[in-house]
């Protein structure tokens, strides 16, 4: 029981997390064929031994190449199913049905083998992938009944039950390490999403630092270049008129030089005053 509840409570963490079509829109297709690894590479090694088996054990019976045959179109859809369900969406509603018909075929050859119904786990594993969480869970159901149905015709109801149980827990298991592989997958891919927006908003902040460095430095000019001509322009402005007027005054009235003279001076020190002021704002010490 317990590996249904991690069956139940994992199918729900990935419709919910990892099927979300904005989460999986944002996903590349190297990243959702990467978190479709797990699943199919469970899916080749028992669809492996369903055909080695079956061949082994219908040689030299007429039966050989049919199994043969539903073995291969089964197989095909298979590896094909992850192309055409990343391309088509409809294509689940035409992939799931064939390859039922496909196992309902080979398990009611007789004689009767009972590892053919193998081929039911694969698809257990796709549907809780490709349906939402309770149009899986019918399908499931769906496979439980046609599984128990079939063994159990085949093998005798003890033996069939018994098969059935063990064929369940065998994929209980697998189903609940390929939604775990999933989940991991997604966080995988989510924390490296997240790494890259996160390096992305590091180099815009760099970007805003550096522009507000350069527009507190424009700021910082334009206030220096309002203050000199503000006040250093407007002293240089009165000592080049108090020059003319000291020009003026030496032709006219001698007397009155010293005094623009010393003004001149005057003028000059607050001048320098104001310029030392504006270099030490500019480099201090």
Request: glycine share 4%; proline share 2%.
């Amino acid at each position: 029981m317990e590996s249904f509840r991690r069956v139940a409570s994992w199918s729900g963490y990935v419709h919910t997390r990892y099927r979300d079509p904005a989460r999986w829109d944002r996903m590349n297709r190297s990243e959702q064929m990467r978190g479709y690894q797990g699943g199919y590479l469970i899916g080749f090694i028992i669809v492996t031994v369903v055909a080695l088996r079956t061949t082994i054990f219908y040689h030299g019976r007429v039966s050989l190449v049919l199994v043969t045959s539903l073995l291969a179109i089964y197989s095909l859809m298979y590896i094909l199913e992850p192309w055409f369900s990343f391309r088509f969406r409809w294509y689940k509603f035409f992939y799931f049905p064939l390859q039922t018909c496909a196992v309902i075929a080979l398990t009611n050859l007789r004689p009767f083998i009972d590892v053919s119904s193998l081929l039911y786990i694969p698809l257990c594993i796709q549907i809780m992938r490709a349906f939402s969480r309770r149009a899986a869970i019918v399908w499931l159901i769906f496979y439980v009944a046609l599984l128990t149905l079939t063994l159990m015709l085949g093998l005798g109801w003890l033996e069939g039950l018994a098969l059935v149980l063990l064929f369940l827990a065998v994929c209980a298991f697998l189903i609940s390490y390929d939604l775990l592989y999933l989940r991991t997958q997604a966080d995988q891919a989510e924390s490296e999403r997240l790494l890259t927006d996160l390096q992305s908003a590091h180099q815009k902040l760099q970007e805003y630092a550096i522009q507000a460095k350069e527009l507190a430095a424009a700021r910082e000019r334009n206030r220096l270049a309002r203050e000199l001509h503000d006040s250093v322009s407007q002293v240089i402005f009165g000592i080049t008129l108090t020059a003319q007027s000291a020009r003026l005054f030496m032709e006219r009235e001698p007397s009155r030089v010293t005094d623009q003279i010393d003004r001149l001076q005057e003028m000059t020190s607050g001048a320098l005053s104001q310029l030392r002021s504006l270099i030490s704002e500019l480099h201090p010490q």
